[in-house]
């Protein structure tokens, strides 16, 4: 068994708009405004696992990843959408 691990490539998510879901991203090397480089700040449920290009040990990382936003799409709606929590991740991509 082969694991084939791409790296050095751009962002291309030809099923998102870009200005419809607020992000920029295409045709570069990151993604914005992403939480912890994970979760959209103004949009909580919108996640992409696997978006820091230089880990280590990518597939644990992406593991752990995808149990944060687990944890964080099982909390009740006024802790995921609340102004305090969409404050504090908008503060953290500016």
């Known amino acids: ?52 290009l230089a880990v280590p040990c990518p597939i644990p990382f992406f593991e752990c990843q995808a149990a944060f936003l687990a944890e964080q799409w099982a909390k009740p709606d006024a802790a995921l959408h609340g102004a305090e929590a969409t404050a504090r991740r908008q503060a953290w991509v500016a």
């Open 1 to 52: 068994t082969k694991v084939v691990l791409a790296t050095g490539y751009v962002y291309s998510f030809p099923f998102l708009d870009e200005t419809a879901c607020g992000l920029t991203f295409e045709g570069e090397r990151f993604v914005t405004p992403l939480y912890q480089h994970l979760m959209h700040a103004a949009r909580p449920t919108l996640g992409f696992v696997g978006i820091p």
